[in-house]
């Protein structure tokens, strides 16, 4: 069994100590009312609250330090009030049906101190879970924290690459000089004058025969 199922087990068993309790200041406030639905409504108010309160206290974290004084104060308040209360009508009710004058003076304090053990290790064991509960939680955070920045790096590399992608796969642009050089025009080759002239010497030496 590990350390945080015990302790669950040990807040259940704290519970049901503290449950115990307030029903026997209860069941002493009821009997020693009138026999009317109002007066034992009214008896039984005082341990009733005391349970609620200290179930509160035990159940919401504390975030605000100013916040928990303050209900640290409340619930000393209801838990005095209680006591008060259930003393009188727990000792009344013990001498009624028997007990001798000390033991109806300490039979309220025993309830009373189970009631206030059981209170306070309800809140020390809540107290003492959570901070477990926060521990085992904090890897799982930290691996899903991993995961995430994990998973966002690759995503920026893929877009960075294809970004840069199509600019290294263009070819670089050359600038060619213009080859828009004109052909010189050349004119057909002119006919040889030596035929010409050795024509004209032939007929001049015709002629002069």
């Given amino acids: ?9 040990i807040r259940v068993l704290a ?35 005391l349970l609620l309160t200290v179930e509160l206290v035990s159940r919401v ?5 100013g916040l928990a004084v303050i209900r640290i104060g409340a619930t000393t308040a209801i838990a005095g009030i209680a006591a008060w209360v259930s003393y009188w ?9 028997g007990e001798s004058p000390v033991s109806a003076h ?3 304090l025993c309830v009373d101190g189970l009631v206030v053990a059981a209170s306070i290790s309800l809140v020390e064991l809540a107290g ?22 994990g998973a966002r ?7 960075r690459a ?30 040889p004058a030596v035929p010409a002239v050795v024509g004209e010497g032939r007929a001049r030496s015709s002629i002069g025969r």
């Fill in 128 to 149: 003492r879970i959570r901070a477990l509960d926060a521990a085992a939680t904090q890897p799982t955070r930290a691996r899903a924290a991993a995961s995430r920045s």
């Fill in 61 to 65: 974290p504390v975030h605000r330090r």
């Fill in 106 to 108: 300490l039979m309220p």
């Fill in 15 to 49: 519970r049901m100590t503290l449950v115990l309790g307030v029903a026997a200041s209860i069941a002493a406030n009821v009997l020693h009312a009138r026999d009317n639905l109002v007066s034992q409504g009214i008896a039984a108010w005082p341990p009733l609250a």
């Fill in 153 to 159: 790096a690759p995503a920026k590399n893929t877009t």
């Fill in 1 to 9: 069994m590990t350390n945080h199922a015990y302790l669950r087990r």
């Fill in 162 to 191: 294809a970004k840069t992608a199509p600019r290294r796969a263009q070819p670089p642009r050359t600038t060619s000089a213009p080859v828009a050089a004109a052909r010189p025009v050349t004119s057909a080759p002119a006919a």
């Fill in 89 to 97: 009508h727990m000792a009344g009710v013990t001498a009624r049906y």
